[in-house]
């Protein structure tokens, strides 16, 4: 593990190449079973609820009718989530062709919310826990091999690929912090050789 900051860093986060091909993977991250959907912070949950109606535009009628029975998030302080439709896609979910996606995102880059999607979803597969302080760890699933490849043919880093993600989460130079590191660690580059 690595310090930045206050914020540990599994070491396979700064070795990975990987790139997100929901091509090949359909979204699989909006979609896996479980009782809930994205874990979502405390601070998140009014922001939630005040996008609803602008991501419910993208949404079937029956994401919204189960948004309107059941609410959009469950859970408890310092446990909420998304909820989930037949234990597996997020209330927010919906498709393109076979590719699900997140109304809520899309309604960002529709000029509707200022809000892109919960930091959980933007950092995955970034992970957050707590050891003794914030923990980043990388969370492997079947379903994103796909990205491994797309990565290693594309020369893209998991840590470039989620450079906006990690801004939002934890700021610019904390994460300039971290590229450099990567790139000089995989690569033996200088920070000043490290091109931006």
């Not at 419910?56 to 408890?76: H, M, N």
């Not at 989530?81 to 498709?95: E, G, M």
């Not at 033996?188 to 091109?195: A, C, D, F, Q, Y």
Request: proline share 3%; with cysteine.
């Amino acid at each position: 593990m690595i310090l930045i900051g206050n914020i540990l860093v599994d070491n396979e986060i700064t070795k990975l190449h990987f790139l997100c091909n929901t091509d090949k993977c359909k979204g699989a991250c909006c979609t896996f079973p479980g009782e809930v959907g994205a874990p979502l912070l405390d601070s998140e949950i009014e922001v939630i609820k005040d996008v609803i109606n602008s991501a419910s535009e993208f949404l079937s009628e029956r994401s919204k009718s189960i948004i309107k029975s059941e609410g959009a998030v469950q859970g408890k302080p310092g446990d909420y989530s998304t909820n989930c439709i037949d234990k597996r896609d997020c209330v927010f979910v919906y498709y393109e062709g076979d590719v699900a996606k997140c109304s809520i995102e899309k309604a960002y880059f529709s000029g509707k919310t200022n809000y892109r999607k919960p930091i959980s979803c933007h950092l995955f597969p970034i992970r957050v826990s707590n050891f003794a302080g914030t923990y980043l760890y990388f969370s492997k699933y079947e379903e994103c091999q796909p990205a491994f490849q797309y990565g290693e043919e594309q020369n893209t880093s998991l840590v470039e690929m989620l450079k906006d993600a990690l801004v939002r989460a934890y700021g610019n130079e904390w994460y300039e912090y971290l590229f450099n590191y990567v790139m000089h660690k995989n690569n033996g580059l200088k920070n000043s050789e490290v091109k931006r």
